[in-house]
């Protein structure tokens, strides 16, 4: 896949993100457990989009702590200006979003990153749940897809509630765990208008039901129901 004017990942941060990937790694370690299932579905040097449940603030660095190779980050943009996050999330390079706005720039920046051969991870939620249950989806993961053609590969994470540290401080060494579900292609859009929003939606649902599938029936929320169990 080439693209004219193709993304290059700046020095500063292929020096920084093997520091703060190892750094995390060792610090998850020692805090708990940690279980990763699923890495052989990951198409190494290729560009795809990684679709993760997200319930707290843990969720990022412990998917970017120990997957197998780097990954474009999206984030909100709220949390940068929160002490020690901003900072940690500037480090790393994550891309800032304002959550329910469209952001045009943001989204060609996006795709000319996954058409220059990058992986993305995405919350397709919007943004944390704060609880285990998954809300429904945005379309925007579809919309990401149908403008790049990339698969998808759901990754659904365990154990990341918003008591991890306290759990983790009181010596309990809870486990985090990782599940990394089968590339998805998803169905063609080629309809118009508001049934081309509709159709993206569906799509969009159809990534969280696989992510579902992945995940314990309390981890589900609005896709018990659809969650489509890997074969």
Do not use: C
């Not at 707290?56 to 200006?81: T, Y």
């Amino acid at each position: 896949m080439q693209v004219k004017d193709a993304y290059q990942i700046p020095l500063r941060l292929r020096i920084m993100r093997p520091l703060l990937k190892r750094s995390f790694r060792g610090l998850f370690h020692i805090l708990g457990r940690v279980k990763i299932v699923g890495k052989e579905n990951i198409p190494f040097g290729k560009p795809y989009v990684a679709a993760m449940n997200h319930i707290s603030i843990f969720d990022p660095p412990f998917v970017a702590a120990f997957w197998p190779e780097a990954l474009e980050i999206i984030g909100a943009e709220d949390v940068f200006a929160k002490p020690g996050q901003g900072q940690l999330l500037g480090l790393y390079g994550v891309i800032p979003v304002h959550r329910g706005d469209y952001d045009r720039v943001l989204l060609t920046k996006i795709i000319r990153i996954i058409k220059s051969g990058f992986p993305l991870l995405i919350a397709p939620e919007g943004g944390r749940s704060h609880v285990t249950a998954m809300r429904r989806a945005k379309p925007g993961v579809a919309y990401i897809i149908e403008q790049t053609g990339v698969p998808v590969l759901p990754v659904g994470l365990i154990g990341t509630t918003e008591d991890y540290w306290q759990r983790a401080r009181r010596g309990k060494r809870p486990l985090l765990e990782m599940r990394i579900g089968k590339r998805i292609h998803l169905p063609e859009i080629t309809a118009k208008g508001t049934e081309r929003h509709a159709a993206r939606q569906r799509n969009a649902d159809l990534v969280m039901s696989y992510l579902a599938g992945l995940l314990p029936e309390e981890y589900r929320g609005v896709y018990a129901e659809s969650a489509i169990s890997p074969t």
